[in-house]
């Protein structure tokens, strides 16, 4: 195996692991923005959940029991963001900023109460993280040039979540177009009135919606922190929420599409990591700042005018009023 397939391969491997929380929280939004409910705080809901997964699974010893915690926790403040822009009818984008906010906040808060380490958690180890997992196959492709190599590298080794995340993609296509609860789902985004008229609930579908939302960003927040990482730190989501929104309207509120751009994204990440120290021809050594801020300059890029028209559902971020 030569050096350079080496590098590929562990670059393609690594924008898998850190493009599945993107995955995951970029379908979030899918369902919420479906249904007509902007969701700034994507971001928030992780950060909870990263935190609530870590110190459930540091105390119990359990990652299982972390993801449960990180699911239900997520879920709450869905539906706080639910209850504000649905029942409420308040500004989504509003809503979404205080979630964001308010899972700084308490993450720190909490995180400083339970184990006085100045807001992160223990160091996880053994159950209390989800580890790698051996595919079948491993030992019987190993010897095959190149193909045992990819088998072994990129497609297994990976832990759980990962599986979940890139999973989710043809669950979340199939739910979205092929079933009633879809088709309701993408007819409250569009024209809620019609909905209204055939006697469904809007709020009950926006709902729904919502806790959809919530559970895939709890466990993108539990992955963060107890499967890519072994502990929660401060602030640890570092932008993920915003760069998965960008995702989301790259892809077009395609699952599919979505899903490519978070690889995209997550292949700048990977690629940021491998070019730190590199000196390249001509240019020299790749300055670290760059690196850093390159993942963040291609969704300024693209946003600003390389993906074409990107349509929003047409009742997105609009409260709906009942008609009487």
Request: hydrophobic content about 55%.
């Amino acid at each position: 195996m030569t050096d350079w397939f080496e590098v590929i391969l562990l670059t393609f491997d690594a924008t898998l692991r850190v493009s599945a929380p993107l995955v995951l929280a970029a379908l979030a939004g899918l369902f919420s923005e479906r249904a007509g409910v902007v969701d700034i705080g994507l971001e928030g809901k992780m950060l909870a959940g990263a935190f609530m997964a870590a110190a459930v699974a540091s105390l119990t010893g359990s990652a299982w029991l972390g993801l449960v915690a990180a699911i239900g926790v997520s879920i709450l403040l869905a539906l706080l963001h639910g209850f504000a822009c649905i029942t409420h009818r308040g500004n989504q984008v509003v809503s979404g900023v205080a979630i964001n906010i308010l899972a700084s906040g308490l993450t720190m808060v909490i995180g400083l109460y339970l184990f006085n380490q100045g807001g992160q958690t223990p160091s996880l180890i053994n159950d209390a993280r989800f580890l790698s997992i051996e595919l079948p196959g491993v030992e019987l492709l190993s010897g095959i040039p190149y193909l045992g190599t990819i088998y072994k590298e990129l497609i297994s080794g990976h832990n759980a979540l990962v599986y979940v995340a890139f999973a989710m993609v043809p669950v979340t296509y199939w739910v979205i177009y092929k079933t009633r609860f879809g088709l309701r789902l993408r007819a409250v985004g569009e024209n809620p009135n019609a909905v209204d008229t055939a006697g469904i609930s809007v709020s009950r579908q926006r709902y729904l919606a919502v806790i959809c939302c919530g559970v895939l960003c709890g466990v993108a927040g539990a992955y963060i922190s107890t499967a890519h990482n072994a502990q929660f730190v401060r602030d640890m989501t570092a932008g993920q929420g915003f760069i998965a929104l960008a995702a989301l309207i790259f892809g077009k509120w395609r699952p599919v599409s979505v899903m490519m751009a978070c690889l995209l994204f997550g292949f700048l990440d990977a690629l940021a990591v491998r070019l730190q120290g590199v000196v390249l021809p001509v240019i020299g050594e790749v300055p670290v700042q760059l690196i850093e801020a390159l993942p963040y300059i291609l969704t300024v890029i693209l946003l600003a005018g390389f993906i074409g028209r990107a349509v929003a559902p047409k009742a997105s971020g609009i409260p709906y009023v009942k008609e009487r």
